[in-house]
């Protein structure tokens, strides 16, 4: 399992650097969503140019950035945003592959139509 990239490893559309720390990538991504291993090119591409963000359903702090893949299916990347002296920063909380969009969430960006 390699390391995951630099950080920050994007920054979202709205200028907010995101990190995604060594411990998370291995453990969280790597233990329970483990077709993500291969694809940190785009989760990264579903931070900086998502097709959909939606609002976390739970956590206010928290946005799901969606990228529309060749297959069909939403590369996802939840992203908790935090407030510090140094501004708004966002950290990768998980990433996983979605089939579809859940009905009710709350879309705040949408790129053409999902």
Do not use: C, N
């Amino acid at each position: 399992m390699t390391e995951p990239f630099e950080d920050p490893i994007a920054v979202d559309r709205d200028g907010v650097p995101v990190s995604l720390a060594p411990d998370r990538w291995r453990t969280k991504i790597g233990g329970s969503h483990p077709e993500m291993l291969d694809r940190r090119a785009d989760m990264v591409h579903a931070i900086e140019l998502p097709d959909v963000v939606l609002q976390d359903r739970e956590f206010a702090r928290r946005r799901h950035h969606l990228w529309r893949d060749d297959s069909g299916a939403f590369v996802t990347v939840v992203v908790q945003y935090t407030y510090t002296e140094h501004g708004i920063v966002g950290t990768v909380v998980t990433a996983f592959i979605r089939r579809r969009l859940r009905s009710g969430d709350v879309i705040l960006f949408a790129r053409g139509t999902p």
